[in-house]
């Protein structure tokens, strides 16, 4: 199922990945849960917020930008996870009914020195809405194995 | 919530801890983060996490979580001092997060925030901008999540 070794990652355009819908049940549930402030919860209180609407919370929208991550290519490729995220820009709010698309770059890809058997990929990854309007913009790395000959090879 | 008037740098907040159980971990996981490492317990200590692992973006989540209670008390305690209630504006977002040591099933994190910077806006001069670290800490102690976030908080005479 992992087919995606550190070598698959060249730096440039990855792919555009989505659509993904984000439904107002979704939106609501997630902010009943980890972000209950008005303009994530109640029409009415979001109306008169800054963002004049009811919103997805920005940790929602994370969350399905790792979802959409993980269903366009982490899903088969051999990560081993992330060690954090260098920024991260909320441009745009979430609303309900939004239809996702994902940009993801390779902006850099080199071995690891300290774990020789891999690599460290810093991607950024563009969320936009079905009018194109960028909503989330992020980069961080994820830490994925090297293909074993080229790691053997390296080391040897 | 305190106006930017009423915010020191310097100044920190206990905002309470979370405890991720392997249910609360997979249920996460299965939604947002399905990774092999944060939905089975065998998977997880094969891993470099060496157990069961929540999503960072599960940990993160949670933070918010009890930055929203802090809030709510914050504004409570305001409200009951006859104090007028400061109403912050959204998060423009992020930087420096770090998922410094895996968060696995049954450990409770400990999370605070500390104010590291403050500006105002010039271009809205009713706002300042503050940036505070917010911080997750393990029950050994040990830090577990950091993360640089901004804010926009509403300037105490600048409202009308």
Redesign the interface.
Known sequence: MTSLAFEDFKPGHLGRFGPRGVTREEILA?AA?????P?HLDEEAASR???KGL?G????L???I??MM?DAF??RTA????????????LA?LRPGDELTLDVEVTEARVSRSRPATGIVTLKAVVSNAAGQALCEMVSPI?VRRREDAASGQAG | MRFFEDIEVGQRRELGSFTFTADGIKK?AA?????P?HLDEEEGRK???GGL?A???HV???C??LL?ADGLRQAREAAARGEKVAVW???????????IRPVLAGDTVHFASEVESMRTSSSRPEWGILEARNTGTNQRGEPVFS?LATA?VPRRNRNA
């Open positions: 997630f849960e980890f972000d209950p402030q303009m917020s800054m963002l919103s919370s920005g940790w929602h994370c969350s399905v790792m979802r993980f982490i899903g990560s081993l996870g992330s060690p954090g995220v260098n920024e991260l820009r909320w709010p830490i | 996460f939604q947002f983060d399905p990774q490492f891993s470099l996490f692992a999503s960072g973006w993160g989540s949670a918010m979580k929203v504006g959204p998060s423009p977002g992020f930087r420096e997060l770090r998922w993360v926009f």
